[in-house]
């Protein structure tokens, strides 16, 4: 294992530590909420939930949390404007945990943000995410917004390996004007979180874990990833035995722990006990590792 010379920031969000030198801190890890073909999904247009059963999968993350030390955040995956504000009253008023707005229309993630504002949730909340995609009109209306938190996504469809994702933060990387991580901080994000994007496993994926170890050398931010994608779509797994599939998936997790991944994206938050003894074992082993440095 390693120890990062420079200076490693840690963000506070909801009460919960992103960032750090590996072995001297728990990773967090952030479990998908309402994602398609979740079936706590009652109606996807007005956000209508099982709350029961959601009420179920957050007790089980919170105990899972509990009982390993790591720290846990819940990603809220939304499709218009009115689920996603009813899916943050909901699980806001369930846990205290950090909450990611994510959804693939930039409307639906600024509606989101404007909500968890307005409602006193700016502290907890975290935009998911800025990237090359993001349209001017989208990172002004963020910043009037007021939020603090979001995830940077270092995805540059012109270079999928280390540089590309680099050079995307660091200055635009022939994607944008300026670096994704210095339009950000301009438009009031104070507490980025990078995410070196793994989108599938053709899509190098394998370079996000040597990225990890690039950024927080370079800037010292909480940097992390959802290698839980490249699960998702490496064929030999695709249409085999599940356990096979949920095997190989925990690996996901504990790979870039290894790697210096202060979070990961480990997928239904359904998954949080398998996940949550895996981060542990990987967390307690890297700290065995660096306890002399």
């Known amino acids: 294992m390693f120890r ?3 200076e490693q920031h840690v963000f506070s969000i909801g009460g919960v530590s992103f960032g750090g030198q590996p072995g001297k801190r728990r990773s967090v890890l952030v479990g998908s909420l309402f994602y398609p073909r979740h079936s706590a999904v009652i109606d996807r247009v007005r956000g209508k939930v099982d709350v029961e059963k959601v ?3 957050v007790a089980e993350i919170e105990s899972a949390a509990e009982a390993t030390g790591t720290p846990a955040a819940l990603m809220l995956y939304a499709e218009t404007p009115e689920s996603i504000a009813s899916y ?10 950090p909450l990611f707005i994510d959804s693939p229309s930039p409307d639906v993630r600024l509606s989101g943000a404007r909500r968890a504002v307005e409602n006193g949730l700016g502290e907890r909340a975290v935009y998911n995410s800025l990237s090359a995609g993001s349209s001017p009109d989208e990172i002004r209306q963020l910043g009037e917004i007021g939020l ?9 469809p012109r270079d999928l390996g280390v540089k590309g994702k680099i050079y995307l933060l660091d200055d635009g ?4 004007d300026e670096g994704l991580l210095a339009l950000a901080r301009k438009n009031g994000i104070e507490k980025p979180l990078i995410d ?3 989108m599938s496993m053709d899509q190098n994926a394998g370079s996000a874990l040597r990225a990890l170890v690039v950024s ?5 931010l909480p940097s992390g990833c959802a290698l839980h994608n490249a699960v998702e779509s490496w064929s030999p797994l695709l249409k085999k035995d599940p356990r096979l599939f949920r095997y190989v998936d925990v690996s996901s997790i504990v790979i870039p722990l290894m ?6 994206m480990y997928g239904p938050a359904e998954y949080a006990r398998r996940a949550f003894h895996a981060a542990a074992f990987a967390d307690e082993l890297i700290a065995q590792a660096v306890s002399d440095l």
Do not use: C, H, P, R
């Not at 603090?148 to 540059?156: E, P, Q, R, T």
């Not at 790697?259 to 990961?264: C, E, I, L, P």
């Open 259 to 264: 790697a210096g991944a202060d979070f990961v």
């Open 216 to 220: 927080k050398a370079k800037w010292g």
């Open 148 to 156: 603090k938190a979001a995830v940077l996504l270092a995805f540059n």
């Open 173 to 176: 990387g022939g994607m944008m």
């Open 4 to 6: 990062f010379q420079n």
């Open 55 to 57: 009420t179920s999968i």
């Open 88 to 97: 943050l009253d909901k699980v806001s008023e369930m846990t205290d945990l």
């Open 196 to 198: 070196l994007a793994v």
